[in-house]
């Protein structure tokens, strides 16, 4: 049980354009999502966190017009990176939690590659 | 907001031989500590973690401590075998809060035959 999905698993982009980023928890509700990024031999750096049915809470430094997240219901969230650009190239890791767990569940991750 | 340090970046050891990774934290109010291991490309993996109301906790060969007066817990693995090589990323939460989980900078454990 407690499983996290994430689609796309890999996206090469061009320059100027979004992507969106899927993250679903297939067998439990999550009651908040978290969004990290992780460049090459990184740390996971927090993003944001979402809960469902409310506007996302972003770290000191991420700008929320670019990331834009969206958690519209108890199993998805989604990222778009918005006008992605070559250093918006990372690997992003979503994780989710279920009411009253200690524990979060992370994503398989989603390595984007902006040319 | 928390920050945690996490010592040492790398961290070779002979098969068979012990390794420990020490790890800080700021906030006095964090109350769970997890512990993850990543491989190349693979999502982070929970190996263990601990509560603040507890000072200790084993599974088979790993081990965490944890010494809330001075903000340190540290991980602790016995007769390492060449499949522990990997990232071992600390980090601190505040559960029941805002739940965010703030991980240390890594470290790189190679097992060495």
């Known amino acids: 049980g407690a499983v996290v999905s994430q689609h796309p698993s890999r996206v090469i982009c061009k320059s100027g354009t979004s992507v969106k980023i899927e993250c679903r928890s297939l067998d439990f509700q999550a009651t908040t999502m978290f969004w990290y990024r992780q460049f090459p031999k990184k740390s996971l750096m927090l993003m944001a966190t979402?809960?469902?049915?409310?506007?996302?809470?972003?770290e000191q430094g991420v700008e929320k017009d670019k990331f834009l997240i969206n958690h519209a219901s108890l199993t998805l969230s989604t990222l778009t990176v918005t006008s992605a650009h070559p250093e918006d190239s990372s690997f992003y890791i979503c994780?989710?939690?279920?009411?009253?767990?200690?524990?979060?569940?992370f994503g398989p991750g989603t390595r984007l590659t902006v040319t | 907001g928390e920050n945690v340090e996490q010592h040492p970046s790398t961290l070779s050891v002979q098969e068979g031989d012990s390794a420990v990774i020490k790890c800080t934290y700021s906030?006095?109010?964090?109350?769970?500590f997890p512990w993850y291991k990543q491989e190349l490309g693979k999502r982070p993996q929970l190996i263990i973690d601990i509560r603040s109301n507890v000072g200790e906790k084993k599974d088979q060969r790993i081990a965490v401590t944890l010494n809330k007066t001075a903000k340190h817990f540290s991980l602790h693995i016995t007769e390492t075998q060449p499949e522990d090589s990997a990232v071992y990323f600390c980090?601190?939460?505040?559960?029941?809060?805002?739940?965010?989980?703030?991980f240390g900078k890594g470290t790189r454990l190679h097992i060495l035959p």
């Open positions: 994780s989710a939690r279920m009411a009253q767990s200690y524990e979060q569940y």
């Open positions: 906030d006095s109010a964090s109350n769970y």
């Open positions: 980090a601190a939460s505040i559960w029941n809060r805002d739940d965010k989980i703030i």
């Open positions: 979402s809960n469902e049915g409310s506007k996302a809470t972003y």
